[in-house]
């Protein structure tokens, strides 16, 4: 083994650079093999507490599967606790001689069918000492030879258990199934009389899984309760070795049962050993493998390695054959270079394209101080901000449908087109650099000479690029104008002028060019502020005047419109979301009919932007909600008329009618009442009712022999005198004129 070494030195210390490789791979690999002990140490520990964190999700899931089973056994109890007959066989003296003993046994059999998911349920009661099991009736001594193991419990303790006290508490059957349990409750009747129920159910589906899954092979699992008795447990007697792996237990808050599990740390450190060999033998690999291959560089100078080692060392070497079309390696790794360095380029030409906006919006928010400007970082990157003086101009985009649905590709474009147009028109007089404030708006950094006296002259060239690209695409644009400004600090201030500009849309209409010398600082003028009648116009709208009250508004805003070239930004804003909120107030107090839309309302409004197009949008609104409040008005006013007429028919030959009484019947004012029917029908309503009583008492004066007096009374008339007095009103003559003139002329057409 010695000479073999020695060989290998003799070999290789006659190569300087394979000795380097050699002893700069054993320095790697012992730096690989350090970083693997302490990376495995680290895993170690770090697999005992994921164990533990498995485990304890473990047992939160098996807790939540027996909740679930629980939960079910819980919606048995409690319609059993509610049951009125297993109340009154509770307080009950006899319950055999009874006939409630019948009436226990069909409820106990309907309790117990009720669920499928328990195992079964049986009902104790204390004053007769007798269980009633679905449908069967047991003394307890036969209850108990029959159902309970007596290896687990004597007949006295069990007896003894049946008059304790319980609360919903979970314990393990005696029966011979060791996955039953039993949930008692203890339910009163009168006179201190009680009952306990029990009802079992299984859990032997659920244990199954996690044994044959999670706890199988050479771990163990143990459930116990409160009082440490072990309920359930599988592998139990890896427990009793004293050199075991512990997870710490988890409590189930509902039950009570503590949940633990354990593994023999030999089998644990087994599996450790196993990973911990495994690594060593790949290391040890590794190292053989390390120093054959150097020695096989060293021996037989393989082509690759010599030409490093000769471009290194600076001695020429020819290239290998496939290496031919790229010249050499050199040439080969130059080459991934150049391409490399290429997309680098362009990477960082976004970049600088990035950088230069951010810092452009720095500037617009005063918030990049001169000395970076000084520096030349900002001239590095493109723009030219030489002054002297500084103007902004912000644009807003408001698309349209189509831009919208191809945003993610046409408003770039847009984008690009806009400040295309731009560049093209304002390029030529003086230097405009953009920036991309946000997805809809983008601002233009004007600087050069003599901007003072050019301001309206690029009012009329943006409104000329505008019209332009308005009439190209789906889109709309707003065009605020900023100050002229002397100083670099200042072009912040010249973008909030802009911005207020661009604000005073709110009094054009979407579209315009606002310049900030033209709005600038405003003082309100002196008692102008349009009164805005609300009562007038909802009064309007409820009554269907569709013109009217949209008269009434139009007038507002002509008062808007006449003063808008003196009107102060805030007090338009002011006008703006006053007349919005009345607008708003009206949608939420008038009803509308089935076949509004009173989201589409609101969406129109909330739409609105400027005071021009809220005055369009609200004159639409409301003449459609009048013409519905019309139609409305035209079937309720129809089917108040029906019931005017139906009350006066049946009710106007009784001597106590009063358009009072009328009026209180329909919920209406007299007052109202009255002028509405004479508006509807053209004549009074007190007039209707004594045509229709003289009607009727014409015809009585012809076909009875009945006095006046009888009459009167009989069509509605409480005296003789008032009904003489309106007869000879409405026909000329008193009632007893009226019947001898009829019957004369009933004589005479006899005679002829």
């Known amino acids: 083994m010695k000479r073999i070494t020695t060989n290998l030195w003799e070999v290789t210390k006659r190569h300087s650079i394979f000795y380097i490789c050699f002893v700069s791979y054993l320095f790697v690999l012992l730096f690989s093999l350090l970083f693997n002990i302490y990376n495995y140490t680290a895993y170690i520990a770090e697999l005992r507490t994921q164990k533990d964190l498995y485990d304890q999700v473990m047992f939160q899931q098996f807790d939540e599967m027996v909740n ?43 309790m117990r069918n009720y669920s499928n998911d328990v195992a079964g349920m049986y009902i104790y009661f204390d004053n007769n000492d007798a269980i009633v099991m679905e449908g069967a009736y047991y003394r307890a001594e036969d209850f108990y030879r029959q159902f309970v193991d007596p290896e687990k419990i004597s007949y006295e303790e069990w007896h003894h258990r049946q008059s304790e006290l319980f609360y919903r508490q979970y314990e393990p059957s005696y029966s011979g199934d060791l996955n039953e349990f039993v949930l008692y409750h203890t339910v009163y009747g009168v006179y201190g009389r009680k009952a306990l129920v029990a009802v079992t159910f299984s859990l032997e589906d659920i244990f199954r899984i996690f044994q044959n899954s999670f706890f199988s092979g050479q771990m163990a699992f143990q459930i116990t309760d409160a009082s440490g008795e072990v309920l359930v447990s599988f592998g139990g007697e890896n427990f009793e070795e004293a050199d075991n792996r512990y997870i710490a237990p988890y409590t189930s808050s509902r039950t009570g049962w503590t949940y633990l599990s354990a593994i023999p740390s030999k089998i644990y450190d087994s599996a450790i050993n196993e990973l911990i060999f495994r690594t060593i033998l790949v290391l040890l690999a590794e190292l053989a493998i390390g120093i054959l291959l150097s020695f096989f560089f060293a021996r037989f100078n393989v082509a690759p390695v010599r030409a490093l080692y000769a471009r290194i060392t600076g001695q020429g070497y020819a290239a290998p054959a496939r290496w031919k079309e790229v010249g050499n390696e050199y040439k080969l790794v130059n080459s991934h270079f150049e391409s ?54 912000s644009i807003l985009i408001e698309y349209g449908n189509a831009s919208r649905a191809n945003g993610l590709e046409r408003q770039p474009l847009m984008k690009y087109y806009l400040m295309d147009l731009i560049g093209q028109g304002v390029a030529a007089a003086h230097r405009p ?46 065009i605020g104008v900023g100050g002229v400004h002397g100083s670099f600090e200042e072009i912040g201030a010249s973008y909030g002028e802009s911005m207020s500009a661009l604000e005073y849309r709110i009094l054009e209409d979407r579209g315009a060019v606002c310049a900030y010398q033209d709005v600038g600082v405003r003082e309100a003028p002196k008692a102008f502020y349009p009164v805005i009648d609300k009562a007038k116009i909802k009064a309007r709208i409820r009554a269907g005047d569709g013109p009217g009250a949209v008269a009434l508004l139009d007038n507002v805003f002509e008062r808007i419109s006449s003063n808008r070239m003196d009107l102060p930004l805030e007090v338009a804003k002011c006008l703006f979301f006053d007349i919005m909120g009345m607008g708003l107030e009206v ?14 309302y609101l969406d129109m409004l909330f739409a609105c932007q400027s005071i021009g197009r809220l005055q369009r949008t609200l004159n639409h609104i409301l003449l459609e909600i009048c013409d519905s409040i019309k139609k409305g008005q035209s079937n309720r006013n129809q089917q108040l008329l029906e019931r005017i007429d139906g009350y006066i028919l049946d009710n106007c030959f009784d001597n106590s009618f009063s358009l009072v009484g009328l009026a209180d019947h329909l919920g209406l004012t ?52 008032t009904f003489i007095r309106g007869f000879k009103k409405l026909e000329g003559i008193t009632p007893t004129q009226y019947r001898q003139e009829q019957s004369a002329g009933k004589e005479d057409g006899k005679r002829t």
Not at 349 to 362: D, I
Not at 587 to 600: M, V
Not at 700 to 705: A, D, F, G, I, Q
């Open 340 to 393: 490399l360095l290429a997309e680098k380029d362009q990477l960082l030409e976004h970049h600088n394209q990035v950088v230069r906006n951010n810092m452009l919006l720095a500037v617009l928010n005063s918030s990049l101080a001169l000395n970076e400007m000084e520096n030349g970082y900002l001239d590095a990157l493109g723009p030219e901000l030489s002054g002297p003086e500084y103007q902004v101009v």
């Open 433 to 478: 650099s953009f920036v991309d404030v946000n997805w809809n708006q983008i601002a233009v950094i004007i600087n050069g000479d003599s901007l003072q006296g050019w301001t309206n002259a690029l009012c009329q060239e943006l409104d000329g690029i505008r019209q332009g690209f308005e009439s190209e695409f789906d889109a709309f644009l707003s």
């Open 68 to 110: 679930s089973e629980l939960n079910k056994v819980d919606s048995l109890l409690l319609n059993v606790l509610t049951d009125t007959d297993i109340l009154r066989s509770v307080s009950s003296d006899d319950l055999v001689s009874s006939h409630q003993l019948s009436k226990t046994l069909r409820t106990s059999i309907l």
């Open 670 to 721: 007299p007052t109202y009442l009255s002028s509405f029917f004479k508006e509807k029908m053209g004549e009074g309503l007190m007039d209707r009712v004594t045509r229709l009583r003289m009607t009727k008492a014409k015809e009585l004066l012809c076909s009875s022999k009945k006095n006046v007096a009888e009459i009167a009374a009989q069509v509605g008339y409480a005296s003789s005198g």
């Open 587 to 600: 949608l939420s107090e008038i009803k509308l009919e089935q076949g509004s839309s009173y989201g589409e």
